[in-house]
């Protein structure tokens, strides 16, 4: 069973922290990894990509993955009150097959 | 990021018909487009996979019969829901990949009255 696994939340930081998010997936060969934000009554929006291990930076957001542990986590800096959405973490096992975490509920507050 | 377009975005029909829903890449060719259903507060559930050509792969637990879904080009795949019940009413939602990164339509809010 292919699974991934993340913290329902709710999560909450005052503006201006640092939140961390964070993700495990159950298959060693997982090649691919990715954080989409979903604001409520919309689609998913790719943020963050992340093929091997360590740290990847873009903006206010760092994804880091680390294989053996099976964990894949997002940092955002700086948050702010328009970063308030769901994070949802996805992993993906080859081209067709995709899957997504149950998604985290961030809140910054002003 | 690359455009995937959904169409329509709401979409109410009466219990009994049938709702089509197209996504669309704009400007890229999806090998793969995936079909997402997510309900109130809820996580997106994989309903399938479609290759262009070939037979869409159903997640256990979805009707093949009532969820019809073709992917006849390498941009544009259909849902198709069959005989629809209130039950149904949902938020769909497509993805559509060239490679690893998917990229999510706008989404389709059907409402089953």
């Known amino acids: 069973q292919k699974e991934v696994e993340q913290n329902s939340g709710p999560l909450s930081v005052p503006e201006g922290a640092i939140a961390s998010l964070n993700c495990t997936y159950s298959?060693?060969?997982?090649?691919?990894f990715f954080w989409y934000r979903q604001y409520s009554g919309k689609s998913p929006e790719l943020i963050m990509s992340?093929?091997?291990?360590g740290d990847k930076e873009d903006g206010r957001f760092t994804a880091q993955l680390n294989k053996a542990s099976q964990y894949v986590s997002l940092l955002i800096r700086d948050s702010q009150p328009s970063d308030s959405a769901t994070y949802l973490c996805?992993?993906?096992?080859?081209?067709?097959?995709?899957?997504f975490g149950a998604g985290t509920r961030l809140t910054v507050k002003p | 990021g690359a455009v995937v377009s959904q169409h329509p975005s709401r979409v109410i029909c009466k219990s009994g018909t049938s709702v089509k829903i197209e996504c669309r890449s704009l400007?890229?060719?999806?090998?793969?487009m995936f079909w997402y259903r997510q309900f109130p507060k809820q996580s997106l559930m994989l309903m399938a996979t479609?290759?262009?050509?070939?037979?869409?792969?159903?997640e256990q637990g979805v009707e093949k019969d009532k969820f019809l879904i073709n992917h006849a080009s390498l941009t544009l795949s259909t849902l198709t829901v069959t005989s629809a019940h209130p039950e149904d009413s949902s938020f769909y939602i497509c993805?559509?990949?060239?490679?690893?990164?998917?990229?999510f339509g706008q989404g389709t809010r059907l409402t089953v009255v």
């Open positions: 993805s559509a990949s060239a490679g690893p990164e998917a990229f």
């Open positions: 298959d060693r060969g997982s090649q691919s």
């Open positions: 992340i093929y091997s291990n």
């Open positions: 996805a992993v993906q096992y080859n081209n067709n097959d995709m899957r």
């Open positions: 400007d890229f060719q999806a090998t793969t």
């Open positions: 479609s290759n262009e050509g070939s037979k869409a792969t159903y």
